[in-house]
């Protein structure tokens, strides 16, 4: 089975700069996709950001980018110019590609971002 | 507009009580799925559905039954089996190939 873990249960950035959460994860997999939620105070779950495992480009989306290292397992997300806005639960996830199994979520612990004005 | 609605936000059981979560779609997504997530913690699959009248068990199955009569709907029953059932709810669904769409949630609180 697949885990994913996040090791950093509280990160705080001072608004504008940068901040990196870390997520690394476990899997006998070749082919699967990994995502970024973000869940803001409302509960609503957001998708920030997702990786293709067979693609070696880092995926981009606005201010959100990540670092995807296949052989290191680990996918992390850099939130570059954080805002108020940005502070929420980030959660890491893991989809497999094949198959029936490839439709579930498996998810990180979660890390909390705190934006300091 | 299209999206996943779950009903209630808020929900309270009196021990030994069986409740239902509600959640339908109008994204006429194949796959759904329900999620439990617990204070400070990442989300739980309990169950999910990938076809009309087919569900297979999640992580955490125990003390939850489902039922999947149309493709929109998807609801949840918590029963008395299970052992500690406050938590937030969450439903998904998504298509075979796509991401996965989140309702609102449903806080159950066990009085």
């Known amino acids: 089975a697949q885990t994913v873990t996040q090791s950093q249960p509280e990160m705080s950035v001072q608004e504008a700069e940068t901040v990196t959460l870390s997520c690394t994860y476990d899997?006998?997999?070749?082919?699967?996709?990994l995502f970024w939620y973000k869940q803001p105070p409302s509960r609503q779950m957001i998708l920030v950001i997702r990786?293709?495992?067979?693609?070696?480009q880092n995926a981009t989306e606005n201010r959100f980018s990540v670092n995807f290292q296949k052989a290191a397992k680990s996918f992390s997300l850099k939130i570059s110019d954080s805002q108020l806005g940005d502070a929420a639960m980030y959660f890491c996830?893991?989809?497999?590609?094949?198959?029936?199994?490839?439709?579930?979520?498996?998810f990180g612990g979660g890390t909390r971002v705190l934006v300091k004005p | 507009d299209g999206g996943i609605t779950q009903s209630p936000k808020y929900l309270f059981r009196k021990e030994g009580q069986n409740v239902t979560l509600s959640c339908e779609q109008n994204?006429?997504?194949?796959?759904m799925y329900w999620y439990r997530q617990d204070p400070g913690q990442g989300l739980r699959l309990i169950y999910y559905?990938?076809?009309?009248?087919?569900?297979q068990k999640g992580d955490i199955a125990e003390g939850y039954s489902v039922s999947r009569e149309k493709k929109e709907s998807f609801p949840l029953t918590v029963t008395s089996a299970q052992k500690n059932p406050t938590a937030f709810y969450l439903c998904?669904?998504?298509?075979?190939?796509?991401?996965?769409?989140f309702g609102q949630g449903t806080r159950l609180t066990v009085v």
């Open positions: 998904a669904s998504k298509e075979v190939i796509g991401e996965a769409f």
């Open positions: 899997t006998s997999e070749s082919d699967y996709y």
């Open positions: 990786q293709e495992a067979y693609k070696q």
């Open positions: 996830a893991y989809r497999s590609a094949f198959g029936a199994a490839g439709n579930k979520l498996t």
């Open positions: 994204l006429n997504h194949d796959a």
């Open positions: 559905s990938q076809i009309v009248n087919d569900f």
